[in-house]
């Protein structure tokens, strides 16, 4: 009785997983109908509709994205609707990823967290970017890039990018951990001269006079990242704002990510 009871229990929670595939399938066709209406014919309502989708989208992908099942078999299929999905190399954190279609040159990224302390799963938005004033608030697309283990507890080094027009952007690779079933987005493992950080950022614009002149290729103000010797690079930026090709690298000594 009790084997079939377990059966049953897990053919139920694999059809809810199935079932939250085909949800989120159709959300993610239904909003990408309404951008490619927009784009084709530039209706206002039609904008108003990509809006919908897209919370439709973040709401039904926060209510799939709570059992163990979903997080070993993430929803891969979201990336034919340009939501991109990065995960940690032990499988605990994902992150899905999409630009909301609603800008122009400034982009925005709509984001869903998922981690796992190990016996339990849960979902999550951004929280630590909201601002009493929506008009200051930044958006990031992201990627894991790594993980690494200090003083017997994991940490997620987790790149992310804010896309402000063509020529901005801003740069940030953030430290996160996972603690009594809690994302804790201010876990400190930098280590710099001002003391133990939880990330590192900075913002290059090509548009301003400094860069105009600038011969540097733009791939080169992208923040890097070397898995086999957890380093970070980062370009050095003048004081004015110029990019140069010098770069600045912490790597991780077993305790901090230190400047070397």
């Not at 997983?17 to 951008?35: G, I, K, P, W, Y």
């Not at 039609?46 to 039904?60: C, G």
């Not at 040159?105 to 016996?119: E, K, N, P």
Request: proline share 3%; net charge negative; hydrophobic share 35%.
């Amino acid at each position: 009785m009790t084997m079939l009871l377990l059966s049953a229990y897990a053919s139920c929670i694999a059809q809810n997983v199935a079932d939250c595939e085909t949800d989120l399938q159709a959300v993610a066709a239904r909003r990408a109908h309404f951008l490619d209406r927009y784009i084709n014919g530039h209706d206002t309502t039609d904008m108003d509709s990509i809006v919908v989708y897209n919370e439709k989208l973040q709401t039904r992908l926060l209510e799939c994205t709570q059992t163990q099942e979903s997080l070993d078999k993430p929803f891969k299929s979201l990336e034919e609707y340009n939501v991109g999905l990065t995960r940690s190399p032990d499988g605990l954190l994902s992150i899905y990823s999409w630009d909301d279609e609603t800008g122009g040159t400034m982009r925005y990224a709509i984001s869903v967290f998922q981690f796992s302390d190990g016996h339990r799963v849960f979902s999550q938005k951004p929280i630590w970017l909201e601002t009493e004033d929506p008009d200051e608030s930044v958006s990031f697309f992201y990627d894991v890039l790594d993980e690494v283990v200090s003083g017997g507890k994991k940490y997620y080094v987790v790149k992310g990018v804010a896309v402000g027009s063509s020529a901005v952007s801003v740069h940030t690779v953030k430290i996160f951990s996972v603690e009594d079933g809690v994302l804790n987005s201010d876990a400190r493992l930098i280590k710099t001269q001002t003391g133990i950080r939880n990330e590192l950022s900075y913002e290059i614009d090509f548009s301003a006079s400094p860069n105009r002149d600038n011969p540097i290729n733009r791939e080169e103000a992208w923040l890097q990242y070397d898995a086999k010797s957890h380093t970070i690079c980062i370009p050095l930026i003048q004081e004015n704002g110029r990019l140069t090709r010098k770069k600045i690298r912490y790597r991780f000594t077993g305790t901090y990510f230190e400047k070397i």
